[in-house]
């Protein structure tokens, strides 16, 4: 079992910046990758960014590359997603995502997600 616990996030204008982190705790050899979604009202949740446990790639939605940043703390117990230059449109619950699916079956854990509110 893994268990997320998410912090940040809130209300800015247009243009501004947040951040948000994540602590993961329990299972987390199990995690081979982490990430953060969102979903905004009357639309499904998408990635938005993510990064591999073990050799740190990451991988980001095409509406968010070049303002968002995902990055992990060397414990890799921990996940930031710094989100600068943000739209309006960006405006969703972001939920933190521990994925520790094997070639058997799949198995992902979710945070309580967190408010981010952009204003025009």
């Known amino acids: 079992q893994v268990h997320l616990v998410e912090s940040g996030g809130g209300l800015v204008q247009a243009g501004g910046s947040l951040s948000l982190s994540c602590a993961a705790s329990?299972?987390?050899?199990?995690?081979?990758?982490m990430g953060w979604y969102r979903q905004a009202p009357g639309k499904q949740r998408e990635l938005v960014a993510s990064?591999?446990?073990?050799?740190?790639?990451?991988n980001y939605a095409d509406s968010v590359k070049g303002r968002f940043t995902i990055s992990r703390d060397t414990a890799k117990t921990t996940v930031f997603l710094q989100m600068n230059s943000l739209k309006p449109e960006d405006t969703a619950v972001y939920y933190c995502?521990?994925?520790?699916?094997?070639?058997?079956?799949?198995?992902?854990?979710w945070g309580q997600g967190t408010q981010v509110t952009v204003s025009s």
């Open positions: 995502n521990a994925d520790s699916s094997t070639s058997i079956y799949q198995l992902n854990y």
């Open positions: 990064i591999i446990t073990d050799d740190g790639r990451t």
């Open positions: 329990g299972s987390i050899f199990s995690i081979n990758a």
